[in-house]
């Protein structure tokens, strides 16, 4: 079936490491883009990528990384320098670069707790 | 970017039609009006979206003020799936931006 999956589903670090969050799509789109939600909040944009080798900050990208070296894959890193870590994690992905009326399809999030 | 505007919260009666409001003074002629909901624990699916017509499908209408200048999601009947946190957002260019959005009970 396609969709986009997350891995992990939960995930324990400790303070001061790095960790990176798997974004997988078979749905042959375009656009990806990860997501930051605290509880009782909206979601918060912190990178997408329109194509494959192009990415844009949004607008909480401080302390995180990204990388689009393929189109299916749109992996995050939560550096140290992210001083708020612990959150729930979405990435989601769009078909056709620069088209305005298509859905975006999320995956089922990574719940990050930094102890 | 254009900005939407949603009250905090709704109540609904399991089975009666709900109006979900979105107000958005600011929007362009391009911007598309998108709606997704998000259940607790998941991420958002998808619900609907327009230009400047009402629309339908199988999820929830759409409609439209003439002057663009808001809009209203509805369900025309709630049952207790429904409840959720609605997001209206328009859609301009590649980002894709969301706000707190609009968190519906739903009363058995």
């Known amino acids: 079936d396609g969709g986009i999956t997350q891995s992990p589903k939960y995930l324990f670090r400790k303070e001061g490491q790095n960790v990176t969050l798997s974004c997988e799509q078979n749905?042959?789109?375009?656009?990806m883009y990860w997501y930051r939600q605290d509880p009782g909040q909206g979601l918060r944009l912190i990178y997408y990528s329109q194509i494959v080798n192009d990415f844009q900050k949004g607008d909480i990208a401080e302390g995180y990384s990204v990388s689009r070296e393929k189109k299916e894959s749109f992996p995050l890193t939560v550096t140290s320098a992210q001083k708020n870590p612990t959150a729930f994690y979405l990435c989601a992905s769009r078909r056709g670069q620069g088209i305005l009326n298509t859905e975006a399809f999320f995956g089922q999030g990574t719940r990050l707790t930094v102890v | 970017d254009a900005k939407t505007t949603q009250p905090n919260s709704m109540e609904s009666n399991e089975e009666e039609p709900v109006h979900l409001p979105c107000n958005h003074s600011?929007?362009?002629?391009?911007?598309?009006i998108h709606w997704y909901r998000q259940l607790p624990s998941q991420g958002p699916e998808y619900v609907i979206h327009?230009?400047?017509s009402n629309v339908n499908n199988r999820m929830a209408s759409l409609a439209i003020a003439e002057d663009r200048k808001s809009s209203t999601l509805i369900l025309h009947r709630a049952t207790l799936r429904d409840a959720a946190v609605y997001y209206c957002i328009l859609r301009a260019n590649s980002k894709l931006t969301f706000g707190k959005g609009i968190t519906l009970s739903v009363r058995p």
């Open positions: 749905l042959n789109h375009d656009a």
């Open positions: 600011t929007i362009s002629g391009t911007d598309y």
């Open positions: 327009g230009l400047t």
